[in-house]
């Protein structure tokens, strides 16, 4: 039966329980929606949490090796693939095993085949990078291996980072064959690095340096001036050569190998010998140090006054020629110079290579010896007579000589004569009848001369001779019994404006104008005609000039005078007229 509508209390029932009911499904609808929201945000933390950005490093476990290619399971059900090379160093074979955890680069979290796109060599990369900029920034070494060769250098694995080691810093010395360093695991010194554009350089040599230098003041420090000790030879220039006294170079300079002269030093080492040197010097600061071997030998120089006596002759070989003159060794050790001005009599700037050659076996004498300095002067002409000295010898003044004419000057001519020495005739002494200057005309370079010998001067090394005085001395000849004060008879030659020429005996003479006549206005030369024989006194006999000085008026005043003395004096009362004419008269 259906409960009436108008029953309160089946109304008042109905009405609470519908109440009720609706409540419990708000509640439960409430409660679902917030189960439902819970769910979602737990769900979205979950693939926050589990799976992870794309270009990041994550960690995976090898689940599979095949094909060559190792599958990592990264997580959130994703795996992906990578060569088994990338998991190998440069020359190494790869290590890895199933079950080892490693870190990989995701590309992209899924591909085509549903694969997440993974990379070992960018994961290492990135990891390298990381590492090297924090050794960078603290000037740490790096550990690489040289594995490939690129213009001007080789590039270097840093543990999956890619460097260039250029070619000036694989080594301190230049690097012929980089081959054994190939594959080699070693410290590097980074000198630059650009993570944005991927640039890294590096350097071998800063590491060697460093080891070296440090190896150096090692070895230094247990070094002192003095020591003798053994060493390699290294390297070798023209200079010198690098000896290695382990670990550290010593220079061992060419003037200090031996006494004697070393040209090269090639001529007494060789590279890889085994010598014993002295520490000469050592540079604590820049650490250099120089040695010797000379040093560790008697020195030759303690012995050479002893030996080399002031004006001792001696055999030699000559070492070394300059412009200036030419070394003789006269031992090991001891080298002497002959200055070019002491190496020939005759030979006047000569260069010494045209008189001796180098080798040459020559006798030379000791002039000085300056043991403080450690040098000898030597003589090549003092072992040979002086050719002056033998000509003079041979040939007193007034030999004849003959010779070829070398060379013509403005004041002579140069005659060859034995022994490689000249004469010289000067222009005086070519005619008796031509000035020099018209005589000189008639020589030409390479004519054979007749000369004779007028004059040797050994100190200043002089010969003089004469071309005229061949036919011997006309003018001597000529006037043999003629003095001052003679009277002779001389024969016109020319008429002049100032006076007359005249001859005697082949000698020509001149009168000047005021010497023609006691009286002025008989001191005329046109009284006079060429051919005329005239008495004159001669007033003056010049040897050098080869003249007679000659003078009608001083004849007259010496006649004057001798006519006074012998027939009177103006005193007795008698002329001069009368006195002359008496004179005259007894002349007659």
Known sequence: MVPSATNPKTN???????????????????????????????????????????????????????????????????????????????????????????????????????????????????????????????????????????????TVDLGGAVAFLPGSQ????????????????????????????????????????????????????????????????????????FVDLGGVDGLLH????????????????????????????????????????????????????????????????????????????????????????????????????????????????????DTVKRRVSLGLKQTMRNPWEVFAETHPEGTEVEGEVKNITEFGLFIGLDNDIDGMVHLSDLSWDQRGEEAIQNYRKGDMVQAVVSEVDVDKERISLSVKALGGDKFAEAVGGVKRGSIITVGVTAIEDGGIEVEYEGMKSFIRRSDLSRDRAEQRPERFGVGDKVDVRVTNVDSKTRRLGLSIKAREIAEEKEAVEQYGSSDSGASLGDILGAALKGDD
């Open 170 to 241: 694989v080594d301190v010395r230049p690097v012929r064959d980089a081959g054994p360093l190939m594959g080699l695991k070693q410290p590097f010194q980074i000198l630059k690095m650009d993570r944005r554009r991927g640039n890294i350089v590096v350097s071998r040599r800063a590491i060697l340096e460093e080891s070296r230098a440090e190896q150096r003041a090692e070895v230094i420090g247990k070094l002192n001036e003095g020591d003798a000790v053994d060493g390699v030879v290294k390297n070798i220039t023209e200079y010198g050569a």
């Open 254 to 369: 060419v003037t200090d190998m031996a006494w004697r002269r070393v040209n090269h030093p090639s001529e007494i080492l060789s590279i890889g010998e085994t010598v014993k040197v002295q520490v000469i010097k050592i540079n604590k600061e820049t650490h250099r140090i120089s040695l010797g071997m000379k040093q560790l030998q008697d020195d030759p120089w303690n012995l050479v006054e002893g030996k080399y006596p002031l004006d001792s002759t001696h055999t030699g070989r000559v070492t070394n020629i300059t412009d200036y003159g030419a070394f003789v060794e006269l031992e090991p050790g001891v080298e002497g110079l002959v200055h070019v001005s002491e190496m020939s009599w005759t030979k006047k700037n000569v260069h010494p290579g045209k008189i001796v050659s180098t080798s040459q076996e020559v006798e030379v004498m000791v002039l000085e010896i």
């Open 12 to 154: 008042g029932y109905n009405h609470s329980a519908r109440k009720k009911h609706d409540v419990k499904e708000t509640r439960d609808h409430m409660a679902q929606s917030a189960s439902m929201e819970e769910f979602e945000a737990l769900l979205q933390e979950s693939f926050e949490i589990d799976t992870p950005s794309e270009g990041s490093v994550v960690k995976g476990k090898v689940i599979a090796i095949e094909a060559g290619q190792a599958i990592i399971d990264v997580g959130y059900k994703m795996e992906g693939r990578v060569e088994l090379k990338e998991f190998a160093n440069p020359g190494e074979a790869p290590e890895i095993a199933v079950g080892d955890e490693v870190e990989v680069f995701l590309d992209r979290v899924e591909n085509a085949r549903g694969e997440a796109v993974i990379s070992r060599d960018k994961a290492r990369r990135e990891e390298a990078w990381d590492r090297l900029e924090k050794a960078y920034g603290d000037d740490a070494r790096v550990e690489g291996a040289i594995f490939g060769r690129v213009k001007g250098g080789f």
